[in-house]
T-cell receptor
Framework: DAGITQSPRHKVTETGTPVTLRCHQT?????MYWYRQDPGHGLRLIHY???????DKGEVSDGYSVSRSKTEDFLLTLESATSSQTSVYFC????????????FGSGTRLTVV | RKEVEQDPGPFNVPEGATVAFNCTYS??????FFWYRQDCRKEPKLLMS???SGNEDGRFTAQLNRASQYISLLIRDSKLSDSATYLC??????????FGAGTRLTVKP
């Protein structure tokens, strides 16, 4: 399996608190992505990175920030968690910007109460 | 209108049946196409890429019709282990990967 891990796997947090999710890869891929998955919606892109310190917004970026200080790590931060951010978050990696598809991490199930 | 649309199902079929899923996409400039499989509470995993000429991988056949902006996945001789949600994925280029909401398949004995 591709070397991509997410942590934590599950988290429950309170409204208004900051939360950071971590994605770690050992594939040395240039591109990394954060998606959220909600019932009735396809996976929706939050932010992505095309290199160290190079990031860009996706379709649903409001309320989220990201950082990539090393090739292998891509962090997603919910600055002040809200109940609407309860979701399953997936990290993905790609060496070719999507031409050969993405490989996903196992996901983080986040509940904001 | 959603960028990628799929029939949500569920499709309930007996073992050995042939089942087909369809998907339409709105971005005519899309460059590459995929089918992913997602098991319950798991991550999506690449099932197969979809090429203009159509492609086959064992019991699975994928087809692309660029003129109609339509993708299909055919599963022959369904197995219990094929039960999953199948995601249609379209790459519009420049990291613009769009996912359908998925079609759920249950194969019953």
């Amino acid at each position: 399996d591709a070397g991509i891990t997410q942590s934590p796997r599950h988290k429950v947090t309170e409204t208004g608190t900051p939360v950071t999710l971590r994605c770690h890869q050992t594939e040395n891929h240039r591109y990394m992505y954060w998606y959220r998955q909600d019932p009735g919606h396809g996976l929706r892109l939050i932010h992505y990175s095309y290199g160290v310190k190079d990031t860009d917004k996706g379709e649903v970026s409001d309320g989220y920030s990201v950082s990539r200080s090393k090739t292998e790590d891509f962090l997603l931060t919910l600055e002040s968690a809200t109940s609407s951010q309860t979701s399953v978050y997936f990290c993905a990696i790609s060496g070719q910007g999507g031409q050969n598809g993405y490989t996903f991490g196992s996901g983080t199930r986040l509940t904001v109460v | 209108r959603k960028e990628v649309e799929q029939d949500p199902g569920p499709f309930n079929v007996p073992e050995g049946a042939t089942v087909a899923f369809n998907c339409t996409y709105s971005n005519s400039a899309s460059q590459s196409f995929f089918w992913y499989r997602q098991d319950c509470r798991k991550e999506p995993k690449l099932l197969m890429s979809v090429y203009s000429s159509g492609n086959e991988d064992g019991r699975f056949t994928a087809q692309l019709n660029r003129a109609s902006q339509y993708i299909s996945l055919l599963i022959r001789d369904s197995k219990l282990s094929d039960s999953a949600t199948y995601l249609c994925v379209v790459n519009g280029g420049n990291n613009d990967m769009r996912f359908g909401a998925g079609t759920r398949l249950t194969v019953k004995p």
